[in-house]
């Protein structure tokens, strides 16, 4: 298994930019999440997912979109960048595990530079 | 709404030494709690976790925590530290976000920069 993946690794986008952030997970994990880290200040849900054509908002969802089409993907859509969205990206999955909480699962995370 | 603080920024242990790392959660439940580990340019690796039963968990790479429900605690340790060990580490707390089951969504700590010197 390939566990939770997430492309591009890096990107630099201009103000006004739009782009997809993408994540993908072979596990058949029906939870998916995506959070963003600022230094210093630790990691931020931004939307979840708990299963294909389901998503809520997080902690932090102004500027993103989700959707989520496939129990596999869930992309994350920055429609017009700014520079306060400057951060490394996290895509994690989760599955049930017997117990009423459900382990998460992280991707390598997407560096994102908007100037 | 729950919140997780880690006091230390920054930890400087020498290696082979013993190490703490401590964490405080507010939460009205039980909670669900977790330590995670992040090495330079990596994604988060979970150490260990918390759900009930025993107080004391054991994790990987030669990792403990203990829960303290009435210190509201979850610190992290380890008898000996190797320069391997130099990394970011969180504490987060589990809430239950979603109502038609399950718990979701983690709320991190800010984090402690461990540095190992030799």
């Known amino acids: 298994n390939a566990g939770v993946t997430q492309t591009p690794k890096f990107r630099i986008l201009k103000i006004g930019q739009s782009m997809t952030l993408q994540c993908a997970q072979d596990m058949n994990h029906n939870y998916m999440y995506w959070y963003r880290q600022d230094p210093g200040m630790g990691l931020k849900l931004i939307y979840y997912s708990v299963g294909a054509g389901i998503t809520d908002k997080g902690e932090v969802p102004n500027g993103y979109n989700v959707s989520r089409s496939t129990t596999e993907d869930f992309p994350l859509r920055l429609e017009l960048a700014a520079p306060s969205q400057t951060s490394v990206y996290f895509c994690?999955?989760?599955?049930?595990?017997?117990?009423?909480?459900?382990?998460?699962?992280f991707g390598p995370g997407t560096r994102l530079t908007v100037t | 709404a729950q919140s997780v603080t880690q006091p230390d920024i920054h930890i400087t242990v020498s290696e082979g030494a013993s190490l703490e790392l401590r964490c405080n959660y507010s939460?009205?439940?039980?909670?669900?709690l977790f330590w995670y580990v992040q090495s330079p340019g990596q994604g988060l690796q979970l150490l260990l976790k918390y759900f009930s039963g025993d107080t004391l968990v054991q994790g990987i790479k030669g990792f403990e925590a203990e829960f303290k429900r009435s210190q509201s605690s979850f610190n992290l340790r380890k008898p000996s530290v190797h320069w391997s060990d130099a990394a970011e580490y969180f504490c987060a707390v589990g809430a239950l976000v979603y109502s038609g089951g399950g718990a979701d969504g983690l709320t991190f700590g800010k984090g402690t920069h461990l540095i190992i010197q030799p």
């Open positions: 939460y009205g439940a039980t909670p669900y």
């Open positions: 994690a999955s989760s599955y049930p595990s017997g117990t009423s909480y459900y382990e998460q699962y």
